[in-house]
């Protein structure tokens, strides 16, 4: 078992990683490299499997860096009675922001007005957010505290006077959905599990009637891979049906995808002080988060049954959160032409016949073929490490060992482990406020990136007039985080078309020009994933 007390960095190359995938015969293969795949990859790597985790595209490449950043207990579940499922949530919440992600998972104070005839009523919120208190075993400060409605205009002055009761204010938390991911699946690889992105499967091999190999193919190379393992697991969330369709064709659909819809708003045109609540006539609620100088408002929860490659905000989406936006802060005159990018991902939710999108349950769900096949889908985001916890259990005793404690329990992220002897004194190449983006964005391993401006000062700069990102970011994302496209590192490892698309716009040809240099692109190549992103930045503003 590896040493969990140190901090360790090194990632095999991807050449490597791929003779692993042909040439090991693994206890455990991932399909799947959203949150649920690399949480469960990560799980098993800390228990000591061998492990191999694939993904058709890049890590948190769909639904897992499409969310609403919010991990939480989920307020509306509990008038719906699930409150096992809001418990479960805050204490895996709570876990995440004081001992294993606290580099990751921040607190954000939310600000709930309280309307006549929408959403809560004030006897259904001060019980709700009392037992969310409860549940979380918070700190006493960060416990709910309810306000009049001259004290919560006080607090936002562009709430809407009229029919407003008051408001309450409670803390939950955030984080940024792609990176979390990402150290589930850096960690996995750091405990000995072979990670690849851009890895697609195609079918399955049997042997005495189970699951012996997946069949999968590199798609930047084309190399077909023979993937051996004793148990599959199917974490394909959104393509979870297609891959149990691969093992039995006969396979009833197991799963209902629903799309979450988000758009971004500079500040300045929506000059908000606080985090808010919002609900629409129908009880849903919309989040409005500040982050920076633009603002996160989200989400939808409608059915979907469109290309799930091609999931997009449309203009139906961005007319309801403007609408919620307009009841609850009508002296902010909102428009399309406000949004400055969007995204929209689907949820894998369990099957069910009719009920609205927003009453299905968020728990997982885990099938067993009689191949062997595992299959997990549903659950939330604020949940994957006990899910993961859950399926490698299962996935143990079919290999006939027994599962003990997980250590994910307790066991901190890669960016949440100790620090190194001299990180203080790399850290002083860089300013202080640099020094702290990066920690937010990295943790511990921030240190791997300012001992890369040491060596080439350049690197420390932005990478634009304004950009929250460095140089240096690049090429560490490109030696230790498996980097393939220009929009893995602006779209995923950064977050920069959410938290600052302007500025990721203008950032592109630098980053695009250190990415051809260290990857060995051509002119055409680098044009190419320019143009690309381009396309994607003006479909996220126009669509």
């Known amino acids: 078992m590896t040493d969990l007390s140190i901090n360790r960095f090194e990632l095999a190359p991807r050449p490597a990683q791929l003779d692993r995938l042909a040439n090991e015969h693994f206890d455990i293969a991932v399909i799947g490299g959203g949150i649920n795949g690399a949480a469960v990859a990560r799980d098993a790597a800390l228990r000591g499997l061998r492990v191999a985790l694939v993904e058709k595209g890049d890590f948190a490449g769909a639904t897992s860096s499409r969310s609403s950043k919010l991990i939480h207990g989920g307020l509306r579940y509990l008038p719906q009675g699930h409150l096992l499922l809001v418990y479960q949530a805050l204490r895996e919440r709570e876990r995440l922001m004081r001992l294993t992600?606290?580099?990751?998972?921040?607190?954000?104070?939310?600000?709930?007005?309280?309307?006549?005839?929408?959403?809560?009523?004030?006897?259904?919120?001060?019980?709700?957010?009392?037992?969310y208190d409860l549940f979380a075993l918070a700190p006493h400060a960060q416990w709910h505290r309810t306000l009049g409605a001259s004290a919560a205009r006080e607090l936002e002055p562009a709430l809407r006077e009229e029919e407003l009761r008051g408001a309450a204010l409670y803390y939950d938390a955030w984080s940024d959905d792609a990176r979390l991911t990402l150290e589930n699946v850096l960690d996995a690889a750091y405990h000995g599990a072979a990670v690849v992105n851009y890895v697609a499967?195609?079918?399955?091999?049997?042997?005495?009637?189970?699951?012996?190999?997946?069949?999968?193919?590199?798609?930047?190379?084309?190399?077909?891979?023979?993937?051996?393992?004793?148990?599959?697991?199917?974490?394909?969330g959104p393509w979870v049906d297609d891959v149990r369709m691969l093992d039995d064709r006969s396979a009833a659909p197991s799963v209902r995808l629903t799309k979450g819809a988000h758009i971004v708003i500079p500040r300045e045109r929506l000059p908000v002080r606080e985090s808010l609540v919002l609900s629409d006539h129908g009880g849903r609620l919309v989040f409005v988060m500040p982050h920076d100088r633009y603002v996160l408002i989200g989400t939808t929860d409608t059915d979907f049954a469109g290309d799930r490659e091609q999931v997009v905000v449309d203009r139906d989406d961005i007319g309801y959160l403007l609408g919620v936006m307009r009841e609850s802060l009508p002296s902010i005159a909102l428009s399309e032409a406000d949004v400055a990018s969007s995204f929209a991902g689907l949820r894998a939710l369990l099957r069910s016949d009719g009920g609205a999108p927003s009453s299905i349950s968020r728990e997982e769900m885990i099938i067993e073929s009689p191949a062997g096949l595992l299959s997990v889908a549903g659950g939330k985001l604020t949940t994957h490490r006990r899910i993961a916890d859950k399926v490698v259990a299962r996935a143990m005793k079919d290999l006939g060992r027994p599962p003990g404690v997980s250590p994910t329990t307790t066991v901190p992220l890669p960016g949440a482990r100790g620090t190194l002897p001299d990180e203080a004194?790399?850290?002083?190449?860089?300013?202080?406020?640099?020094a702290q983006a990066l920690h937010a964005r990295y943790g511990t391993h921030a240190i791997l990136l300012a001992r890369l401006i040491a060596d080439r000062p350049e690197l420390g700069r932005p990478l634009g007039d304004g950009c929250p990102a460095l140089g240096a970011e690049v090429i560490h994302s490109i030696r230790c985080e498996m980097t393939q496209t220009l929009a893995d590192f602006l779209v995923r490892r950064t977050g920069l078309v959410w938290r600052a698309p302007r500025e990721a716009e203008a950032a592109a040809p630098a980053a695009a020009r250190l990415m051809a240099t260290e990857l060995g692109w051509s002119a055409a190549r680098e044009q190419a994933e320019l143009a690309g992103f381009a396309s994607d930045l003006k479909a996220r503003r126009a669509a």
């Open 101 to 131: 992600a606290p580099h990751l998972v921040k607190p954000i104070r939310f600000l709930m007005p309280l309307y006549r005839g929408r959403g809560f009523g004030p006897l259904a919120m001060g019980v709700g957010l009392t037992l």
């Open 201 to 236: 499967l195609e079918g399955f091999a049997r042997a005495a009637g189970r699951l012996a190999a997946a069949h999968v193919c590199d798609r930047i190379s084309g190399r077909t891979i023979e993937l051996r393992a004793r148990v599959v697991v199917n974490a394909a």
């Open 425 to 434: 004194q790399v850290l002083e190449v860089i300013s202080r406020d640099a």
